[in-house]
């Protein structure tokens, strides 16, 4: 039992070792989100908005502490909420609204009408490969989230930095506006997996029909057959790869 244990402690620090290593950067310039995932109580939705909506506006409408929610409307968490605290540092953790009402209305007006807190997770977003300077803050223009989470194959975190660089590079060079970004999980999680999630950002439905040419940019930025080797790299680094839709939900957000 001793050395099973040891033998996946050794596999979690070469698999997580190698991902902050990757994503290391200016630790004063980062940007982190807290994302709470939630299960209401379907029948009493029209109650819950209009708590969730007052909570935000009274203790998270504005700075790092601002909230932002979505409605998860695809795959096996669909119809679940994610409310959404950021972009923010670990000192503004320090400072989030707790006193003044704000645990006492969060209890009271908030938790009665959740049936279950599934996780809570920090993302932290990487300046450089990021394609999002193009998002001001107003998520109703681009309200439709689609989210790409990859769990990391131990042993092949080393092969995260070349992927994503690939990625962000052939998404840069797209024509039109294409806000990407990639963000990794601060934390553990066991079997969940999650360690790492892609985000676009589309500001319709439509959006999903429009073709920008990836692979044709990839190769033409890559070179002859470079997509064919991407996703062999792909398949070799991550052990799973699922999507969600999240879809911004102006009436229980803090805006």
Known sequence: MIKKCNSLLLMAAIVFGTMLTVHAQDESSYEMWEDIML?????????????????????????????????????????????????????????????????????????????????????????????????????????ILFVRYYEVEPGQGYNIGTFFEKISAAIKALDGVNPWGVYYNEFLQGDLGRHIAGFSFSPNWADFDRDVNFVETFEKLHGNNSWQRHVNLRNATFSNRWDEIWVYNKEMSGD
């Open 39 to 143: 299960t209401p109580d379907n029948t009493k939705l029209k109650v819950l908005a209009e708590n969730m909506r007052k909570h935000n506006q009274t203790y998270h409408n504005a700075g790092p502490h601002k909230s932002t929610v979505y409605n998860i409307t695809t795959g096996p968490n669909a119809g679940k909420i994610i409310w959404e605290m950021g972009a923010l540092t670990y000192p503004d953790l320090d400072t989030r609204p707790s006193v003044g009402g704000h645990d006492e209305d969060w209890r009271d007006n908030i938790d009665p009408y959740i049936k279950r807190t599934n996780t809570v997770e920090y993302w932290k977003g990487d300046a450089k490969l990021n394609n999002t300077d193009m998002l001001d803050g107003d998520n109703s223009k681009y309200p």
